[in-house]
């Protein structure tokens, strides 16, 4: 009986450790024209929310030009406006995604439609925007959601668990004492 609790507490604690890898997280992003003197100078002022999840692929970095196999937050849903117009994700043109760099959330690549432009966010040494105002030099703030907060579930099986493994070791002291 103890081996079978055992089997089972080690399941629950492996399955809530692996669904906490694969849930999407959202993050905040923000920013304006930067004042770079490169570029456009077309006021842009924008901020979104980025539902990204852990995943692993081939993925285009549009500020270099170039493919990289690797592990990124890939953006799923995006909520947004930039100078008023909403915005609404895009499928990448490589078909691979756009993607944020998983632990700082900093700029990848972000397409997207604002105003009925294909654009794009992109880092190359300076944060981009294209499409949307041709091109120009923007800032990026990508707001950390706060970590290590687990579920609200994740905490009730836990606490059902505890109280379940309690009540059998008292069940089973009675038992021996009687």
Not at 111 to 133: C, H, K, Q, R
Not at 147 to 174: D, H, N, Q, Y
């Given at each position: 009986m103890k081996v079978k609790l055992a089997v089972a507490f080690a399941v629950l604690l492996s399955a809530t450790l692996v669904r906490a890898d694969s849930t999407p997280i959202t993050i905040d992003i923000s920013g304006t024209t930067c004042s770079c003197g490169i570029g456009d100078t077309t006021p842009i002022s924008y901020s979104a929310q980025l539902t990204v999840e852990q995943m692993t692929g081939t993925w285009f970095f549009a500020g270099q030009a170039y493919f990289f196999t690797g592990t990124v937050d890939e953006v799923t849903a995006l909520t947004g406006e930039v100078n008023g117009f909403p915005m609404t994700l895009s499928q990448a043109p490589f078909g691979d995604g756009s993607w944020v760099n998983p632990?700082?959330?900093?700029?990848?690549?972000?397409?997207?439609?604002?105003?009925?432009?294909?654009?794009?966010?992109?880092?190359?040494?300076?944060?981009?925007?294209?499409?949307?105002?041709?091109?120009?030099?923007?800032?990026?703030?990508?707001?950390?959601?706060?970590?290590?907060?687990?579920?609200?579930?994740?905490?009730?099986?836990?606490?059902?668990?505890?109280?379940?493994?309690?009540?059998?070791?008292?069940?089973?002291?009675?038992?021996?004492?009687?």
């Open positions: 632990g700082d959330f900093s700029l990848g690549t972000i397409y997207f439609t604002a105003d009925g432009i294909p654009s794009w966010l992109m880092n190359d040494v300076t944060n981009y925007m294209e499409g949307f105002d041709i091109n120009n030099p923007v800032t990026y703030l990508a707001v950390d959601p706060p970590a290590g907060v687990p579920e609200p579930s994740t905490w009730l099986f836990l606490v059902a668990g505890i109280g379940f493994v309690l009540m059998r070791a008292v069940k089973t002291r009675k038992q021996l004492a009687g």
